[in-house]
């Protein structure tokens, strides 16, 4: 097989990104930072026939995509893409679902060590018990201001304690400690960065919204919505629910103050009555709290009464008794 030159290369990569890019409907942009190669074989071997897995230098992918741009005309969603073209990334080209998609990364990702250097993904926590270290590895764990304790010659760490925070640099202290200790604290793969479909960009966190968030934002946004129409005085569809049961609890405080009667069509005027003229014998008579809703009401009023008689003191004679009577 003939070697390619530079530019052939070069021109070939163009044209393969290019291809691509109009092939697929959708375009990942994935991170491989600390991704094997034998890794990387896997991940394209189970996606074979339906991904497209491009990598290359930053330079040529953004060299292509201005390319691209000015071909097509395009002044404003190439040059949005390539404001994510930074690190160690790569173009996965697919017509699949992106959260198959994501999942089927998932599968294929690997635990690591930590390594001095590395930035942390995760918060890493060392423990709390024995370490199966002799004393004299004290100085490790004195380093990173960890409780410890010799227990049996032992060396025992008192309190679980966080040793690294999540996007900082893992130092050396940490990485012997957590590799004497055998803890493999991170799971390294290709991971979602940018998702571009049908024009859009967007992060990977859109694929965590469902159903059942959408509608709890919608129900917080038009409870708001009510609350602010209700303190200004606006009405409004959102607000009107609560306007109608406010000018009845209205109705009902004017009909009982002025003692009026509206007849036996309404029933929540009478029990009301009911309630005021005598809350024991209503609740009684109404155990389910229903009609004037005065059930627990009624049983917190007539409690008082209910409760039982504080004994009496006893007198001082009785506690003037003496050591020996």
Same mark, same amino acid.
């Given at each position: 097989?003939?070697?390619?030159?530079?530019?052939?290369?070069?021109? =070939?990569?163009?044209?393969?990104?290019?291809?691509?890019?109009? %092939?697929?409907?959708?375009?990942?942009?994935?991170?491989?930072?600390?991704?094997?190669?034998?890794? /990387?074989?896997?991940?394209? +071997?189970?996606?074979?026939?339906?991904?497209?897995?491009?990598?290359?230098? *930053?330079?040529? /992918?953004? =060299?292509?995509?201005?390319?691209?741009?000015?071909?097509?005309?395009?002044?404003?969603?190439?040059?949005?893409?390539?404001?994510?073209?930074?690190?160690?990334?790569?173009?996965?080209? !697919?017509?699949?679902?992106?959260?198959?998609?994501?999942?089927?990364?998932?599968? +294929?990702?690997?635990?690591?060590?930590?390594?001095?250097?590395?930035?942390?993904?995760?918060?890493?926590?060392?423990?709390?018990?024995?370490? #199966?270290?002799?004393?004299?590895? !004290?100085?490790?764990?004195?380093?990173?201001?960890?409780?410890?304790?010799?227990?049996?010659?032992?060396?025992?760490?008192? $309190?679980?304690?966080?040793?690294? $925070?999540?996007?900082? =640099?893992?130092?050396?202290?940490?990485?012997?400690?957590? *590799?004497?200790?055998?803890?493999?604290?991170?799971?390294?793969?290709?991971?979602?960065? %940018?998702?571009?479909?049908?024009?859009?960009?967007?992060?990977?966190?859109?694929?965590?919204?469902? !159903?059942?968030?959408?509608?709890? =934002?919608?129900?917080?946004?038009?409870?708001?919505?009510?609350?602010?129409?209700?303190?200004? #005085?606006?009405?409004?569809?959102?607000?009107?629910?609560?306007?109608?049961?406010? #000018?009845?609890? *209205?109705? /009902?405080?004017?009909?009982?103050?002025?003692?009026?009667?509206?007849?036996?069509? +309404?029933?929540?005027?009478?029990?009301?009555?009911?309630?005021?003229?005598?809350?024991?014998?209503?609740?009684?008579?109404?155990?389910?709290?229903?009609?004037?809703? #005065?059930?627990?009401?009624?049983?917190?009023?007539?409690?008082?009464?209910?409760?039982?008689?504080?004994?009496?003191?006893?007198?001082?004679?009785? /506690?003037?008794?003496?050591?020996?009577?």
């Amino acid at each position: 097989m003939v070697k390619l030159g530079k530019q052939e290369r070069k021109e =070939k990569y163009f044209t393969t990104l290019e291809k691509y890019w109009t %092939q697929f409907g959708k375009v990942i942009i994935v991170g491989v930072d600390n991704v094997q190669s034998k890794q /990387m074989q896997r991940v394209r +071997h189970v996606l074979r026939n339906r991904c497209e897995l491009l990598m290359g230098k *930053n330079t040529l /992918m953004r =060299k292509c995509l201005r390319d691209m741009a000015e071909k097509s005309g395009d002044t404003d969603f190439i040059p949005a893409v390539l404001e994510h073209v930074k690190g160690n990334i790569g173009f996965l080209f !697919t017509d699949m679902e992106v959260a198959d998609v994501k999942e089927v990364l998932a599968e +294929h990702k690997i635990q690591a060590p930590a390594k001095a250097g590395i930035v942390a993904p995760v918060d890493v926590f060392v423990p709390d018990g024995p370490t #199966g270290m002799g004393p004299e590895k !004290t100085s490790f764990f004195q380093a990173l201001n960890l409780p410890t304790k010799i227990v049996k010659g032992i060396i025992s760490i008192m $309190n679980q304690t966080k040793v690294v $925070n999540a996007g900082e =640099k893992v130092g050396l202290s940490e990485a012997k400690l957590l *590799n004497m200790m055998n803890i493999s604290p991170f799971f390294y793969g290709v991971e979602l960065i %940018q998702i571009v479909d049908n024009g859009a960009i967007y992060p990977p966190s859109v694929l965590e919204i469902t !159903t059942e968030f959408l509608m709890a =934002k919608f129900a917080t946004g038009v409870a708001n919505v009510a609350s602010v129409s209700l303190s200004i #005085g606006f009405p409004t569809k959102a607000s009107g629910p609560h306007s109608l049961v406010n #000018g009845f609890k *209205n109705v /009902m405080a004017v009909a009982l103050a002025a003692d009026l009667d509206f007849g036996k069509e +309404h029933a929540g005027l009478a029990n009301a009555k009911l309630f005021l003229s005598d809350p024991a014998a209503f609740a009684s008579a109404n155990p389910g709290g229903g009609g004037g809703g #005065g059930g627990a009401p009624a049983a917190a009023a007539a409690a008082p009464a209910a409760a039982a008689p504080e004994p009496e003191e006893e007198s001082e004679e009785d /506690m003037a008794m003496g050591l020996f009577d």
